[in-house]
C-alpha cells in the first residue's frame, strides 16, 4: 500500500513539478509574512520584523532545497548525489585517485586496444558478397604441409568436374616491372583467373575485370590496378581506363580499379593479371606453380558437401595421374579461416593476456579501495546508526567505484590509442596480419571500452562495498579500529593472494613465448646473416634474355666487388629465407627410379661461385662452384649435408650423379648432375625443418632476375647508395630492393617476436600491479600494526627480527598465490603449445625463474613497508591511539 | 542558526501530527501552535518544518490543499488522512509507554 502511494506520488511530483514548487515559494513566503507581522504586532518596525522573521526562518535557499528533496524521486538524486560525492572523494585523495586511474587506464586501455584488433582481425566479415560462402582450395604433400600449391593442372580437372563449387580461380603472386612515369618500378600483385573476382564477389569501383577470353584465352594483355596503387602512382585518374601500362612482358590495357582495401585473402596487390593459358595449356602443366583456388558455395550447398566432392575427385585424380597425385590430398578451407588461421593462436593468447592484466588491475584496484576504505569504517557505522540502510551504503560505494571505472575507461581509451600506434609500428608491415591497417578506435571500441569499464567498476567495487558495510555497528562500538579490521585482513590476504597468482599466470605464459623466441632467434641458419646487404634486381624481359642477364649480372657483381668496405660478393636466384628457392624431387641415378610419390623432395637454389664463401656456409667437401662450370660444361651440383645423410649414408657423394626435377639452362630435364661438393645446411626457415638442398650453378640454371648478396665489414646500410648506383649504371631500367639479411631473416620471425615482447610487456605490467597491490596491502598492514610493533620492539626484539615477521607474512601469502599461479599456469600452458618453439609447454626453468622472479619481486614489495614501520615504532607507536 | 530546545530526532513528526489532529492548519500555524502549547520551549525550524510535511505527506499521513485565510490570503492548509490519525494514536501510544519507562529510571536514581 506504501509503495503505490509513494509511486502515485512519485508519479504526481514529475507530472506537477513546476506548479509544486512554485507553491514551495509562495508557501514559504506566506510564512515569513505570518512572522513579520507577528513580530510587527510586538512593537518592532515592519523593516526590523522582516530582517527578524528572515533570521528565524534560517536560509530561505536551504529549506527550499531540503524541501525539494522530499519531492524529487529519491533513487535519482541519491544517485547524483553519490555520483558528486564520490567524485569528491576521488578528489580529495590525488594519491590513491592517481594509482587507480593509471591501474585501471593501462587494464581496460589494453584490452580495448587488443579487442580491437581481434575484431578487425578475426571478427569482421570479409568485405565479400556472403564471405560465408567462398572458399580456399590447398592440396597438403607427402611430408604433411597441409597448405600446398596446387597442380594447375588439378585445378583444370577441379573446374570441370565439380559441381558443388562455382567460379573455381586460381589466385598465385606475381612480380611485374612497370615504367611509371618514366621511372622503373617492380610492382607486387596477383596472378588471377577471370572466376576470382566473381567467386569473391566484387566489382571494380571503375572500368571492368576482364573476361573468360582474356584469361583463357591465352593472350596475355590486360591489367587490374588496386586501388591504393592507383591513388599513389597514377594520381587516382579516371581516364587511365583503356591506356596502356608499360610492363616488362609488353604494354597492358588497363581495365579496371578496385575497390579501395581490395585483398584476395588479405593479400594485397598493387595490380591483378590473367594468368593468360588455354585449359589445355593448364593441362599440359607438369608440376605445381605457386597458386591455389578460390571458389563459390553453389546456392544450397553446404561447406561440408563440397568438401567431401573435393575429395572424391581428388581421389580420383590421384588413382588416374599417380606421378602427380600421389599421396596428396585436397584442402577446402573456408576463406576467413585461411587468412586468420594463423595470427588466431597469438591473437587469442594475446586477449588471454589482455584479460589477465585486466583482472590483476581490478584486484588491485579493490585492495586499494579496501584499504582504503577502513578509514571510512567509522564514516558508515556513525551514518548507519543515524539511520541510513545498508544497502544505501552498498549503493554510494559503489557509485564511488563507478566514477573512478568511467574515469578510468576514458583514460584507457587514450591507452588504447596509444597502443594502437605502437602495435602498428611493432607489426608494421613485417607481419602479414590481415587488415590491421584498417584497426581504428571507433564507437563500438568506444562502448565496449566503457562496458569493460563499468563491469570493472562493478568488479573491484562490489567486494570492498560489502566488506566495508557489513555489520558497521561493531565498527563504531569499538572505536573502529580492531573489529573491521580482521574481516578486511581475510579479504586482502584472498586479494593479494589472487594477484600474485594472476600475474604468476602472465609472466609464466610470457616466459614461455620470450624462451621459445630466444631458442628460434639463436637457432643457426647455416649461413651468417650480419653484414649482408641484398640486392633483388630484375632486368627487364623486353631487352634482356637470359644470357645476357648473366654477363649483365656477373659486370655488376664485378664492380661491386671493387666498391671500398666490400669483403666478398656473389648472387643467387632467391633470398635464402623465408622460402625454399626452387621445390621438387630427385633421385639418385644409380639407383631404380622410384615410384611418383616415393621420391625425395629437395629445395633448389642456384648461386653464383662464391656464394658459399660469401654466406659463410661451411664448404665440407669438394669444390665450390667457378668460372668453369658453364652453359655448356658438364651439369654439376654442391648438395647439403643433410642431403648427403639421407641419401648417401656411409658413402662419398662427390662424383655421384642425381637426377632433379627441374630444367637445365638447355631447357631439358632429364639432365644429370654431378655432386662436385658438399656444403653445411642452410634453414630456408628458423622454425622449420633442415630440408635436402641442391645448390646448382647460375650458369647452367639463369634467370633474368637474380639477388645480389653483399659482405662488409662495416655498417651494411652504408653501402646501399652505391650498390644502387652500380645497378643502375647497369640497367636503369632495372627495379631493385634493397634489405640487410639481419632484417630479411630478422621479419621471418617478426611474429613470433612480436608476440612475445607484447605478452612479456603485459607481462611486467602485470608483475608491476601485482607489487604495488603487495605493497600497498603490507602498507597498510604494518600502519595497522604500528602499535604491536611498537610494543615488541619495546621489549627487545631487535628491528631486524621485526622486518623478518612481516615479511614472512607477506611471503606466505606470496607462496599460496604462486602456488596457486603455478597450478593454473600449468593447465593453460598447453593452448599455447601451437605458439612454441624448442621449448615444452611445461618448460621447468621457464615456471621456476618465473616463481622467483614473482617471490623476489613480493619480498622487495613487502620489505619496505616493514622497514618503513620499524623506523616509525617505537616512537609514534604508541601515540597512534 | 540554532533553534532552541532542537525537536528531538523523530518526536518531530509526532508533534506536526499532533498539532494537526484537532484542525487543518498552514506551516506557520503549526509552528505557531507547537511554541505555544510548548510554553515557547519547542521552536521549530522551518528547515525541518517544510521537509517534514513535504515527507509525511508522500508518505500518506497528511494531505495539503490551498485555502484563503481570514486575511484573504493564499496559504496551504495540511490536514490528516486517515491513516495519519492511526499512526499518530499508535505513536502515541507508543510514546507514552516510552516516556513512561523513562521517568521511571530517573526518578529511581534520584531517590537512590
Known amino acids: 500500500m506504501r509503495h503505490l502511494t509513494d509511486a502515485w506520488q512519485w508519479m504526481r511530483s514529475m507530472m506537477r513539478r513546476p506548479s509544486r514548487e512554485r507553491g514551495l515559494d509562495e508557501e514559504l513566503q506566506f510564512h515569513i509574512d505570518q512572522q513579520t507581522e507577528k513580530y510587527v504586532r510586538a512593537g518592532l518596525s515592519p523593516a526590523d520584523a522582516r530582517r527578524q522573521a528572515m533570521l528565524r526562518f534560517g536560509g530561505i535557499v536551504r529549506v527550499q532545497e531540503e524541501t525539494r528533496d522530499q519531492i524529487r524521486p529519491a533513487l535519482l538524486d541519491d544517485s547524483i548525489r553519490d555520483v558528486r560525492f564520490g567524485a569528491r572523494i576521488l578528489w580529495r585523495a590525488p594519491g590513491f585517485t592517481i594509482a587507480a586511474l593509471a591501474t585501471l587506464a593501462i587494464g581496460i586501455g589494453a584490452t580495448a586496444a587488443i579487442f580491437s584488433v581481434t575484431r578487425t582481425v578475426l571478427l569482421e566479415p570479409l568485405p565479400y558478397r556472403e564471405p560465408g560462402r567462398v572458399v580456399g582450395i590447398w592440396e597438403t604433400t607427402q611430408d604433411g604441409v597441409t597448405q600446398n600449391v596446387i597442380a594447375p593442372a588439378n585445378f583444370a580437372e577441379w573446374r570441370e568436374r565439380s559441381r558443388t563449387l562455382e567460379h573455381l580461380g586460381m589466385v598465385g603472386p606475381a612480380g611485374l616491372a612497370a615504367i611509371v612515369g618514366g621511372e622503373p618500378e617492380r610492382l607486387k600483385g596477383l596472378q588471377c583467373s577471370f572466376d576470382v573476382f566473381q567467386a569473391l564477389g566484387v566489382h571494380p569501383v571503375i572500368g571492368r575485370t576482364y573476361t573468360y577470353e582474356e584469361d583463357y584465352g591465352g593472350k596475355d594483355g590486360v591489367i587490374i590496378l588496386g586501388h591504393e596503387y592507383w591513388q599513389a602512382r597514377l594520381g587516382g585518374r579516371p581516364d587511365v581506363i583503356g591506356t596502356a601500362l608499360a610492363t616488362e612482358g609488353g604494354p597492358r590495357t588497363i581495365l579496371g580499379v578496385m575497390p579501395a582495401g581490395f585483398t584476395v585473402a588479405g593479400q594485397k596487390a598493387d595490380f591483378f593479371i590473367p594468368f593468360a593459358q588455354t585449359v589445355e595449356q593448364l593441362r599440359a602443366y607438369s608440376g605445381r606453380g605457386s597458386s591455389y583456388a578460390v571458389a563459390r558455395l553453389r546456392d544450397g550447398v553446404s561447406f561440408d558437401q563440397a568438401a567431401t566432392e573435393m575429395r572424391t575427385i581428388f581421389s580420383q585424380l590421384e588413382h588416374d595421374v599417380p606421378e602427380r597425385n600421389a599421396r596428396r590430398k585436397v584442402l577446402v578451407i573456408p576463406i576467413q579461416e585461411q587468412m586468420v588461421g594463423d595470427v588466431r593462436p597469438g591473437l587469442l593468447a594475446l586477449m588471454g593476456a589482455v584479460g589477465l592484466v585486466l583482472l590483476v588491475s581490478c584486484v588491485n584496484v579493490a585492495s586499494l579501495l579496501l584499504a582504503r576504505s577502513a578509514a571510512r569504517e567509522r564514516e558508515f557505522g556513525m551514518r548507519t546508526a543515524f539511520g541510513a540502510r545498508r544497502v544505501r551504503l552498498v549503493r554510494q560505494l559503489l557509485t564511488e567505484s563507478l566514477v573512478l571505472a568511467t574515469a578510468g575507461g576514458l583514460a584507457g581509451l587514450l591507452v588504447a590509442a596509444l597502443c594502437h600506434r605502437g602495435l602498428l609500428a611493432l607489426v608494421g608491415d613485417r607481419i602479414p596480419v590481415p587488415r590491421i591497417e584498417q584497426l581504428r578506435l571507433d564507437l563500438p571500441i568506444v562502448l565496449f571500452t566503457m562496458a569493460v569499464a563499468l563491469a570493472t567498476g562493478l568488479l573491484f567495487g562490489v567486494v570492498p562495498a560489502l566488506v566495508t558495510t557489513k555489520q558497521p555497528n561493531d565498527t563504531l562500538r569499538d572505536g573502529g579500529r580492531h573489529s573491521g579490521s580482521r574481516r578486511l585482513h581475510q579479504v586482502l590476504r584472498t586479494l593479494v593472494v589472487s594477484e600474485v597468482a594472476i600475474s604468476l599466470v602472465l609472466l609464466a605464459g610470457a616466459g614461455l613465448l620470450l624462451r621459445s623466441l630466444i631458442k628460434l632467434q639463436n637457432v643457426d641458419p647455416g649461413f651468417r646473416a650480419g653484414g649482408v646487404l641484398t640486392a633483388e634486381v630484375d632486368l627487364p624481359t623486353t631487352s634482356y634474355d637470359t644470357a645476357h642477364a648473366e654477363v649483365a649480372f656477373h659486370a655488376a657483381l664485378t664492380r661491386i666487388a671493387a666498391l671500398p668496405g666490400v669483403v666478398s660478393t656473389a648472387g643467387a636466384s632467391c633470398q635464402l629465407v623465408p622460402y625454399a628457392c626452387i621445390g621438387t624431387s630427385f633421385w639418385r641415378v644409380d639407383r631404380a627410379k622410384p615410384g611418383s610419390g616415393e621420391r625425395p623432395s629437395c629445395q633448389v637454389r642456384p648461386v653464383t661461385p662464391g656464394f658459399f664463401r660469401t654466406m659463410g656456409i661451411a664448404q665440407i667437401a669438394g669444390r665450390d662452384f667457378s668460372e668453369v662450370d658453364t652453359a655448356d660444361s658438364t651439369p654439376v651440383i654442391v648438395v647439403s649435408e643433410e642431403l648427403v645423410r639421407q641419401q648417401f649414408p656411409g658413402e662419398n657423394p662427390l662424383g655421384r650423379r642425381l637426377r632433379v626435377g627441374f630444367n637445365h639452362v638447355s631447357g631439358r630435364e632429364d639432365v644429370e648432375w654431378t655432386i662436385v661438393g658438399v656444403v653445411g645446411n642452410v634453414r630456408s626457415s628458423l622454425d622449420g625443418p633442415v630440408r635436402q638442398t641442391v645448390f646448382v650453378p647460375r650458369s647452367q640454371r639463369p634467370g633474368t632476375g637474380m639477388t645480389l648478396f653483399v659482405r662488409t665489414a662495416q655498417d651494411p646500410d652504408l653501402l646501399t647508395r652505391s650498390v644502387l648506383d652500380v645497378v643502375h649504371h647497369m640497367e636503369s631500367q632495372a627495379p631493385v630492393e634493397t634489405r640487410t639479411l639481419d632484417t630479411v631473416v630478422g621479419n621471418t620471425i617478426a611474429q613470433p617476436r612480436a608476440l612475445s615482447i607484447l605478452v612479456a610487456v603485459f607481462g611486467v605490467v602485470g608483475l608491476a600491479l601485482a607489487a604495488i597491490g603487495v605493497y600497498g596491502v603490507m602498507s597498510y598492514s604494518v600502519r595497522e600494526r604500528t602499535q604491536e610493533i611498537g610494543v615488541r620492539i619495546a621489549l627487545g626484539a631487535t628491528g631486524q627480527s621485526v622486518v623478518h615477521l612481516i615479511v614472512g607474512q607477506a611471503l606466505r601469502l606470496v607462496f599460496v598465490g604462486v602456488a596457486l599461479g603455478l597450478g593454473a599456469a600449468m593447465l593453460l600452458a598447453r593452448s599455447l603449445e601451437s605458439l612454441l618453439y624448442g621449448v615444452e609447454p611445461l618448460d621447468p626453468w621457464t615456471f621456476a625463474g618465473t616463481a622467483l622472479l614473482l617471490l623476489t619481486i613480493a619480498t622487495a614489495a613487502a620489505y619496505i613497508p616493514a622497514r618503513r614501520g620499524i623506523r616509525m615504532a617505537p616512537v609514534d607507536a604508541l601515540r597512534v591511539n | ?112
Open chain 2, 1 to 112: 542558526m540554532a533553534d532552541r530546545g532542537d525537536v528531538l530526532q523523530g518526536t518531530l513528526d509526532m508533534l506536526v501530527l499532533k498539532a494537526l489532529q484537532l484542525e487543518p492548519m498552514h506551516g506557520w500555524g503549526i509552528t505557531e501552535r507547537i511554541e505555544q502549547w510548548s510554553e515557547s520551549v519547542l521552536q521549530l525550524g522551518q528547515g525541518t518544518l517544510y521537509p517534514a510535511l513535504y515527507r509525511l505527506e508522500r508518505q500518506g499521513l497528511i494531505r495539503s490543499e490551498w485555502k484563503v485565510t481570514e486575511n484573504n490570503r493564499r496559504a496551504r492548509y495540511y490536514s490528516l488522512t486517515r491513516e495519519g490519525r492511526r499512526h499518530f494514536s499508535d505513536e502515541l501510544a507508543q510514546w507514552q509507554r516510552m516516556s513512561r519507562a523513562v521517568n521511571l529510571v530517573l526518578e529511581a536514581s534520584l531517590k537512590g
